[in-house]
């Protein structure tokens, strides 16, 4: 009876800490994208007397992008060269969001397809926690929602967040679906999409071909976006070989001074800005190695590691850090399926805790004067590179 009674009052103390750490997450939640969604819709210079940071940046910059580029005009040679820092590919792939000549049209596929990622998002990450309880349950969907990146994502209107539901919604359909033309089809559509955006999903994609099953529909996406690419090309009147030749030589002067937390800045500022290219391959082809050794270890153990290597591997600005609640489902699901004391799992509880905070709206490092928005950036470096050693050696026991 008291064993009975002990567990009825363990429970109920449960349900009652996440209800709390929902009710906290909603606080942030709400005010944080009220206001990045202000800053996207109104655009405003400052509040009051405070200067913030430019509302829809991105969306404008993405839809100039386009516009030059199926007018015919230069885009890696021009006046806004230096912001146009993406492949011919995805002037293609961008275009259902952002090409459309109105700009409310395109601020309305914007808002559908962010929308729909957020939501299938939350409901992925809910459902693959193992979350169970209402009050559990509220705490993971309400997670997403109250970190800096998402609100930053809606402010900028900027396309990481349905990036990643799509490299997601590749690996989840890898996993589930049964072995045939039209998983595989599903999945290379996917990463077709997500390759819009190549830093953010070039680490998934080998992730993707190296687990079982999955070199089909990676070959299937890279056919599909080589003829992506050359049928963008006819917008332009140079060939593709000499447009991507004008890309590269764009995209090796941004990265290495601009961007947040990423290796590409990290050898800008050693001045070792030679080496940012072959020390991303390196590292892209180290975690095709790590993932074929462990190709049979839980999905979330590798979707977490392909997150964390694509926030370190290439540039990278503080909405990208999305990427980090791919690390936290996959800590949150060590810590939840581990016995009553194991060592492993309070690891992967605490670091899961840590990372959380510093994750949460509205982040310290535009909030936080000099030098402390350094030292939480710090902090944030090596919580992220722990949570990858705990999910690296969490697969090397598992598979």
Partial sequence: MRAVEAGDVC????????????????????????????????????????????????????????????????????????????????????WPVYGWAARSVARFAWFVATAVALAWLVRCMVRESGA???????????????TYPAGAIVGN???????????LAALV???????GWGRDLAVALCLLFALVKPTVAAPFVVAAACVDGGFRPVVLAAVAYA????????????????????????????????????LHRLLGD??????????????????????RRHRRADLWLIAGAAAIVARFWSYHRWYDDLLIVVPLVALYRLARRSAPGDAGGKVAGALFIATLV???????LYALPAPWNDVYRGV???LWLAALVVLSFAARTSG
Avoid: C
């Fill in 132 to 146: 169970q309880g209402k009050a559990e349950r509220a705490f993971v969907a309400l997670l997403p929602l109250a």
């Fill in 227 to 262: 003829a992506t690419a050359l049928l963008a090309a006819t917008a332009q009147p140079e060939s593709l070989p000499a447009l991507l030749r004008q890309f590269l030589v764009v995209a090796s002067h941004m990265p290495t001074h601009r961007g947040e937390s990423n």
């Fill in 157 to 167: 209107g900027q396309s990481t967040l349905f990036v990643l539901a799509l490299l």
């Fill in 358 to 364: 510093f994750l949460l709206a509205p982040g310290g």
């Fill in 270 to 291: 050693l001045a070792w800005q030679a080496w940012a290219a072959p020390v991303s391959l390196a590292i892209l082809a180290l975690f095709a190695a790590w993932t």
């Fill in 173 to 179: 359909t890898l996993r589930d679906r049964e072995p």
């Fill in 380 to 382: 944030q470096i090596a």
């Fill in 11 to 94: 429970r109920h103390s449960r349900e009652g800490a996440f209800l709390a750490a929902a009710v906290a997450l909603a606080a942030l939640a709400l005010p944080w994208l009220g206001y990045e969604l202000f800053r996207l819709l109104w655009q405003p210079r400052t509040i009051g007397t405070i200067a913030i940071h430019p509302g829809a940046i991105d969306f404008e910059i993405f839809r100039a992008m386009l516009g030059d580029w199926f007018a015919g005009r230069p885009v890696y040679t021009g006046p806004k060269s230096t912001v146009n820092t993406y492949l011919p590919a995805s002037m293609l792939l961008f």
